[in-house]
């Protein structure tokens, strides 16, 4: 994930900003998070790499009615904690584990049903 000087530059940038929060609201294909966020798609390709590259956003392929593939990108950000202890800056990223999340909400579902 790299250490926290690096995590804030990636924050700092308002088009990486714009990405996480569009595709917080579900998966999203480059050419949506472009209109969304209004940005070129060389732009939102940069950024959804490096995104990727620090952990904080997702990536799967959907196949469409006609058999076309796409890929789309999903925000597995949570949260984050900045703490300044001891003239130190330390930031602590929580990220969704999509699988046991997933798993979690299907067994909830299963005993409700019951």
């Given amino acids: 994930m790299g250490d926290s000087s690096d995590m804030f530059q990636v924050l700092a940038d308002d088009y990486a900003r714009r990405i996480l929060v569009a595709a917080d609201d579900g998966p999203m294909t480059a ?18 790499s490096t995104l990727q590259d620090h952990g904080l956003l997702d990536e799967r392929t959907s196949i469409d009615s006609d058999g076309t593939h796409r890929r ?9 904690h900045v703490d300044l202890s001891e ?3 330390t930031l602590t990223v929580d990220t969704c584990d999509t699988l046991a999340d997933n798993f979690t909400e299907l067994w909830d579902d299963m005993r409700v049903s019951r």
Avoid: I, N, P, W
């Fill in 31 to 48: 050419k949506a998070l472009s209109d969304a966020c209004d940005a070129s798609l060389a732009t939102v390709y940069r950024r959804v």
């Fill in 72 to 80: 789309e990108f999903e925000t597995v950000l949570e949260g984050l």
């Fill in 87 to 89: 003239g130190e800056f």
